[in-house]
């Protein structure tokens, strides 16, 4: 059980916070479409980061903890700049915010493997010494306990093997979500994305908070595509990320644009992903019984590939899901539209 709690949250965390990622932009009023390419930016600034510090000798294994630190904020603001390039398009000019959102996840992939060609001439960027693991996870020693120590459930999913990550993003979640909804400035953001004639009308610069939305969407995005990259790829940078940014535009609609909600897709969607991954290995009940490597060799039987049935089902879900939720969303009125402030 714990082995299939901790990698559950190892596929979530970043679609939480890449979809709220989502919900800061559309809740202002701007499509993000764009969030699988500034997460595949944001993965390989991550990554060039700790490379470039590690071949610099700048961090020893010891400064871990710190070098996850500047990564995901190097990250972050790599990510906000990038998503400014779709804000002065959706905003100032007005343009096709899905256009422009799909033209910049076809342009980050792209721009990604070029410049890691340049710098290793390789078609991967990885860490310069040593793996993710023993440089940046967190051990049950790490938290005061013994080597030798047994865990209960909790103390071995949330202080044994786990990511400094896991805490970061789940503290920025909390954070955000309370700042969208708790603070002036969140009421300002979601009138913008309702009502921007009439959020105008009260003197807020819905030109400004658009911009806000989209910056914090980018920074947040550019922090789950390093978060994918630590904890999925070994700190390693390939251009792509599995999908993970259109995942979490699911996660955010399956959710109805609220951080709550979303969060319970989120897990969800981990969950299968986590299936897809680790099939093979999950024991449920602790056992020694392996229901799904079973139904696995059985649908081998049948001449069907187990692992292709498995990896497509995170998407499979993601589609019925939508199918019978979509009705049920409730998107930000004004989402989309551009807003001209001399029309009224």
């Not at 969030?35 to 071949?55: D, H, N, P, R």
């Not at 004639?197 to 806000?212: E, K, P, T």
Request: overall charge positive; hydrophobic content about 55%; some cysteine.
């Amino acid at each position: 059980m714990a082995y299939l709690l901790q990698n559950t949250l190892t596929y979530t965390i970043p679609l939480l916070i890449v979809a709220l990622a989502g919900i800061f932009a559309e809740r202002s009023g701007i499509i993000n479409l764009a969030l699988e390419g500034i997460m595949i930016l944001g993965a390989f600034i991550g990554v060039l980061v700790v490379y470039s510090f590690q071949k610099a000798g700048l961090f020893v294994k010891e400064q871990g903890q710190l070098l996850v630190w500047v990564a995901l904020g190097i990250s972050a603001l790599a990510g906000a700049l990038f998503s400014l390039l779709l804000a002065f398009a959706a905003i100032n000019l007005k343009a096709d915010q899905t256009i422009g959102g799909t033209a910049l996840n076809m342009l980050a992939p792209a721009m990604v493997l070029f410049l890691i060609n340049i710098i290793i001439n390789q078609n991967t960027l990885g860490m310069f010494t040593g793996d993710a693991a023993s440089w940046f996870m967190l051990k049950k020693t790490d938290f005061g306990f013994d080597r030798a120590a047994e865990l209960n459930l909790f103390q071995e999913v949330f202080m044994h093997k786990i990511y400094p990550t896991t805490f970061i993003c789940i503290g920025l979640f909390v954070v955000l979500s309370l700042i969208l909804y708790k603070t002036k400035f969140g009421l300002r953001l979601r009138a913008c994305g309702e009502n921007p004639q009439a959020a105008d009308s009260l003197g807020i610069n819905v030109y400004a908070m658009r911009y806000a939305g989209v910056a914090i969407s980018g920074a947040l995005a550019g922090i789950g595509g390093f978060v994918y990259a630590l904890t999925t790829a070994n700190c390693a940078s390939t251009g792509d990320v599995a999908g993970f940014g259109f995942l979490a535009l699911a996660v955010m609609i399956f959710g109805n644009w609220k951080p709550v909600s979303t969060a319970a897709a989120a897990l969800l969607f981990g969950l299968c992903k986590c299936i897809a991954a680790g099939y093979t290995s999950i024991d449920i009940n602790e056992d020694k019984v392996y229901a799904l490597k079973n139904l696995g060799e059985s649908l081998k039987e049948l001449g069907v590939d187990p692992g292709s049935v498995f990896r497509i089902l995170p998407f499979l879900i993601t589609l019925i899901v939508l199918a019978f939720t979509s009705k049920k969303s409730r998107a930000p009125k004004a989402e989309g539209s551009p807003y001209d402030k001399g029309m009224r």
